[in-house]
C-alpha cells in the first residue's frame, strides 16, 4: 500500500494534537509537516505545543519544526485543525495551491460544492469534488462534532421510516471548546446553557449530510430539527438526548432493530479507521456515560441508550459521540481513507506516493 505524506495545519491546538494520535503509527498516512501560528513556527513540536494527551508524544514528532502555515507544505495533503476566523483564508489557499485540504473548520461546511463528509452516512457526496474546478486540490470537510453523533443516529432512521421532525438537547464535553476553552470558573460544578453558533450548525448540517446528490450539488433532505446546546463538566465526549417524529410508523423496537441492523456502506473498502461498528447500542437504562464509553470502537462508535417511546414525537433516545475523535481528528482521518480507496488522493498524487 502506497503511503501518503500528510501535513497538519493548526497542529500545536486540541484537534491537531488528536491528529497526532490518531496518526501515529496509521498504515497509509505519515506526518510530514506540522504547522500552526506564528507564535509555534520555528520551534520543535514538543516545546511549542501544550499537550493536553494523556499518552507521551511520538518521539520522532516532538524533535520536528513546527512551520508557518504557507502553502509550499512538503506533503501530499493536508488535514486542518485551524479556528475558524484563519480556516476560510489559509484553507482556500492550499486547495489553490493545488493541496486535497481535509478540514474540521466550520468555514466552508456548508459551501454548495465542498462535500460535508461522514463515510458511513454519504459517501457518494465526495462526488461535489468535481465541481471545485475552479481550484488545483479540493477541500473535503466533516460536521461538527454535535452533527456527527447525530446523524450517525439518524441515518438508519432517515433511511428506513423516514424524518419529519427531530427534537435534541446536548450535554457538550468542554474538550470541545479547544485549549484553554471554557473558564474553569464558569466550568466547574456548573452548566453553561449556550454555545455560540451550535444550534445553528446541528439545525442545518444533518440536512447537507442527509441530503440527496444530483447533478446540480446537494439537495437537503427535509426535516424540521430543533436543537438546544449545553456545555457540562465532562472532559471528553457529547451525549445529545434526542426524540424524533417519523413519516412511517414504527416504535420503539423498530428503532432499536434499525440501529442494530445498520450496515456501513463502505466496510467493503477497509479502511483502516473505521470501527468495527458505527453505532453501539446499550440496553443497560444507565448507559452510555461518557467517562466509562466515550473511547468504544477507538471513539469512533457512536454509543446510543434508552431508546423508548416518546410521549410528544414517537421515539427518544440518548447518543454518545467522541468528540475529538469521531467528531474532530478521527472523522477528518477516516474521509482521508475513502478518498484514498476512491482514487481521489491516489490520482491526485500518483507520481509522490512510494
Ligand atoms: P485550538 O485548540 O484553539 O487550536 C487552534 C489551532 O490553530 C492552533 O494550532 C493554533 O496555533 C492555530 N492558529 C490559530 N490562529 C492561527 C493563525 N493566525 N495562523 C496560523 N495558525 C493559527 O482549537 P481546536 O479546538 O483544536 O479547534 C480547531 C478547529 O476544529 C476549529 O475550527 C473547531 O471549530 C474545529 N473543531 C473542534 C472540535 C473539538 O472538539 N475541539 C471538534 C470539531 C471541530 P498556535 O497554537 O500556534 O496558536
Keep these: 500500500m502506497a503511503r501518503y505524506r500528510a501535513g497538519i495545519l493548526g497542529a500545536t491546538g486540541a484537534v491537531g494534537q488528536k491528529f497526532?494520535?490518531?496518526?501515529?503509527?496509521?498504515?497509509?498516512?505519515?506526518?510530514?509537516?506540522?504547522?500552526?501560528?506564528?507564535?509555534?513556527?520555528?520551534?520543535?513540536?514538543?516545546?511549542?505545543?501544550?499537550?493536553?494527551?494523556?499518552?507521551?508524544?511520538?518521539?520522532?514528532?516532538?524533535?520536528?519544526e513546527v512551520v508557518p502555515v504557507t502553502p509550499d507544505l512538503d506533503c501530499d495533503f493536508v488535514f486542518s485543525g485551524l479556528t475558524a476566523n484563519v480556516a476560510t483564508s489559509m484553507e482556500l489557499a492550499f486547495?489553490?495551491?493545488?493541496?486535497?485540504?481535509?478540514?474540521?473548520?466550520?468555514?466552508?461546511?456548508?459551501?454548495?460544492?465542498?462535500?460535508?463528509?461522514?463515510?458511513?452516512v454519504n459517501p457518494d457526496h465526495t462526488g461535489l469534488i468535481d465541481r471545485q474546478s475552479e481550484l488545483e486540490g479540493y477541500i473535503v470537510t466533516n460536521p461538527n462534532c454535535s452533527t456527527v453523533g447525530l446523524t450517525c443516529a439518524l441515518k438508519p432512521l432517515h433511511d428506513l421510516f423516514g424524518l419529519e421532525a427531530v427534537q435534541v438537547t446536548t450535554l457538550q464535553a468542554l474538550s470541545g471548546a479547544g485549549y484553554p476553552g471554557v473558564a474553569s470558573l464558569d466550568a466547574l460544578?456548573?452548566?453553561?446553557?449556550y454555545i455560540g453558533g451550535e444550534e445553528d450548525k446541528l439545525r442545518t448540517e444533518p440536512l447537507k449530510l442527509l441530503g440527496t446528490?444530483?447533478?446540480?450539488?446537494?439537495?437537503?433532505?427535509?426535516?424540521?430539527?430543533?436543537?438546544?446546546?449545553?456545555?457540562?463538566?465532562?472532559?471528553?465526549?457529547?451525549?445529545?438526548?434526542?426524540?424524533?417524529?417519523?413519516?412511517?410508523?414504527?416504535v420503539a423496537d423498530d428503532v432499536r432493530r434499525a440501529f442494530e441492523l445498520f450496515e456501513s456502506p463502505v466496510r467493503h473498502y477497509h479502511l483502516p479507521t473505521e470501527p468495527p461498528s458505527l453505532l453501539q447500542v446499550f440496553t443497560d437504562e444507565y448507559f452510555p456515560q461518557p467517562r466509562r464509553h466515550v473511547e468504544l470502537g477507538g471513539g469512533m462508535t457512536v454509543g446510543i441508550g434508552r431508546i423508548r417511546p416518546c410521549e410528544v414525537l414517537d421515539v427518544k433516545f440518548v447518543v454518545l459521540v467522541h468528540n475529538t475523535v469521531r467528531g474532530a481528528a478521527g472523522g477528518a482521518v477516516l474521509n482521508a481513507e475513502l478518498l484514498v480507496r476512491q482514487g481521489r488522493l491516489a490520482s491526485r498524487l500518483q507520481e509522490q506516493t512510494v
Aim: charged content about 20%; aromatic content about 6%; glycine content about 8%.
Design 213 to 250: 446528490l444530483t447533478q446540480d450539488g446537494i439537495t437537503p433532505a427535509d426535516i424540521k430539527i430543533s436543537a438546544q446546546c449545553n456545555r457540562v463538566p465532562v472532559l471528553e465526549g457529547h451525549l445529545e438526548c434526542v426524540s424524533v417524529k417519523l413519516k412511517a410508523q414504527a
Design 95 to 120: 486547495a489553490q495551491a493545488g493541496y486535497p485540504v481535509i478540514s474540521n473548520a466550520r468555514s466552508f461546511r456548508m459551501h454548495a460544492d465542498v462535500p460535508l463528509l461522514i463515510p458511513e
Design 189 to 193: 460544578g456548573n452548566v453553561v446553557p
Design 20 to 64: 497526532v494520535e490518531v496518526l501515529n503509527g496509521h498504515p497509509w498516512f505519515e506526518i510530514t509537516a506540522l504547522a500552526a501560528s506564528e507564535r509555534s513556527a520555528g520551534r520543535p513540536y514538543g516545546e511549542a505545543v501544550n499537550w493536553i494527551g494523556s499518552t507521551a508524544i511520538p518521539e520522532e514528532i516532538s524533535r520536528m
